[in-house]
């Protein structure tokens, strides 16, 4: 900000709704009449419906010591405006009121698409923008149609088009009331229009509406799913090169035809407004996505690691022997790990160092997880005991009630008791 306020001074004047004001000769000089015929200078602003009170003030200061408007006009600190400002073809340079009544209009027309739709300028209105800009406006009476629609660049026939659009009764009201009601409590607020285009099919009246349809209808409604980006630098496992590192035997390829023969696992972090961390370690199977073991705790830790792996490998038939494929994390280089691996038959497998894509399916997991339970969330208070017992059942929910597109519209268990496997 400039001494004594300065910056605050050419606020006033140059910026209004947003909008970068510019005022030509011919309205500060007609400010200046009509301060000379009496008018106060709130009157003034008011009739010009243009500027503020206190930049008609100081053009009339100006004016009276300079003696003239118009020489005060090159001293005064006003926008900077190209010769005598804006050309109008349509109107007579020499007709001052004429200009005066079409900016005044100009800036009726911001106003009412700030008020409107809150925006700042007329750049991609739609028609029915327009339209419903125009129609705050018709009621003073200050203005003709013609000129309304010239102002915003709309024929007549196609305003008259969409007021009768807007005046029809809304057909997918009913359907609005369902996708709310769903979005809100179904999908607690996280879940996108393929979950709720599949809910809709659920219920016990089901309704058929395209995926379009739902999208749209909650882009008007304003539904969005809560998410967060990271601020914070993301939690690393990275701790050098402890052990040597086995190859890469997935090259992200995340496909499996068999449960029990490809695992997934990684470390995530979560950071709670009380300061403190709670870190989530699982593991998934990439032949039907699910979480087939999983541990939390406040220390990223090789025991937190460890147990996650001693519970999944519970879990295992005779004969199955999957390969476990995870980053370059120093859980997984530590002769604990490694012992469990070799105990169990596991083959290991690992992602090249600092390449994220290559355990891709993984991630995309944690993603999904923070997206919907996590972002968007008060964990104001949250103790980490209880945000770990929140997280358990929000992963037993993702096993049990989730459907998946890649499973063709199954949740995980029932995607794996289709199959005649035990979940």
């Given at each position: 900000m400039a001494p004594n306020g300065t910056a605050d001074k050419k606020l006033d004047h140059q910026v209004r709704f947003g909008v970068r004001m510019t005022y030509s000769r011919a309205v500060v000089e007609r400010a200046g009449e009509l301060r000379r015929s009496g008018l106060s200078c709130r009157e003034i602003a008011r009739e010009l419906d243009g500027p503020s009170k206190s930049a008609v003030a100081r053009w009339t200061r100006?004016?009276?010591?300079?003696?003239?408007?118009?020489?005060?006009?090159?001293?005064?600190?006003?926008?900077?405006?190209?010769?005598?400002?804006?050309?109008?073809?349509?109107?007579?340079p020499d007709d001052k009121d004429a200009l005066i009544e079409h900016l005044v209009l100009e800036n009726a027309v911001l106003r009412a698409v700030n008020d409107v739709l809150k925006a700042a300028s007329l750049d991609g209105m739609s028609n029915r923008e327009k339209t419903l800009v125009i129609d705050r406006l018709r009621p003073c009476g200050k203005w003709s149609l013609r000129e309304l629609t010239s102002s915003l660049g709309i024929s007549k026939s196609s305003y008259e088009y969409q007021r009768r659009a807007i005046a029809r009764p809304d057909r997918l009201a009913p359907l609005r009331a369902l996708v709310r009601r769903i979005f809100t409590e179904d999908g607690e607020g996280a879940r996108g229009y393929r979950f709720v285009t599949a809910r809709l099919r659920e219920l016990d009246e089901p309704v058929r509406a395209s995926e379009k349809v739902v999208l749209r209808i909650m882009r008007e409604e304003g539904l969005v799913p809560r998410w967060m980006r990271r601020k914070r630098r993301p939690y690393s496992s990275?701790?050098?090169?402890?052990?040597?590192?086995?190859?890469?035997?997935?090259?992200?390829?995340?496909?499996s035809a068999l449960p029990n023969f490809l695992w997934l696992t990684d470390i995530t972090e979560f950071r709670l407004p009380s300061g403190r961390k709670v870190y989530l370690s699982a593991i998934r199977d990439c032949f039907d996505s699910s979480v087939v073991a999983w541990r939390a705790g406040e220390r990223p830790d090789a025991a937190l690691a460890n147990s996650t792996l001693e519970d999944a490998c519970a879990r295992l038939a005779p004969g199955e022997r999957p390969v476990i494929?995870?980053?370059?994390?120093?859980?997984?280089?530590?002769?604990?790990?490694?012992?469990?691996?070799?105990?169990?038959?596991?083959?290991r497998s690992m992602s090249a160092k600092g390449c994220s894509p290559d355990n891709a399916a993984m991630e995309g997991f944690f993603g999904l997880l923070k997206r919907e339970f996590w972002h968007g969330r008060d964990w104001s208070g949250w103790a980490p005991a209880r945000f770990?017992?929140?997280?358990?059942?929000?992963?037993?929910?993702?096993?049990?009630?989730?459907r998946s597109d890649t499973l063709g519209g199954r949740t995980p268990a029932e995607f794996r008791a289709a199959l005649g496997r035990a979940a």
């Open positions: 100006a004016g009276a010591a300079g003696g003239t408007v118009g020489r005060a006009v090159a001293k005064m600190d006003l926008p900077k405006v190209v010769g005598d400002g804006p050309v109008y073809p349509d109107i007579d990275y701790a050098g090169e402890p052990t040597p590192a086995p190859p890469n035997l997935v090259r992200r390829d995340f496909r494929h995870s980053d370059r994390g120093g859980h997984y280089r530590w002769p604990g790990w490694i012992s469990i691996c070799e105990d169990n038959d596991l083959t770990i017992e929140e997280l358990g059942a929000w992963i037993g929910r993702y096993n049990t009630e989730r």
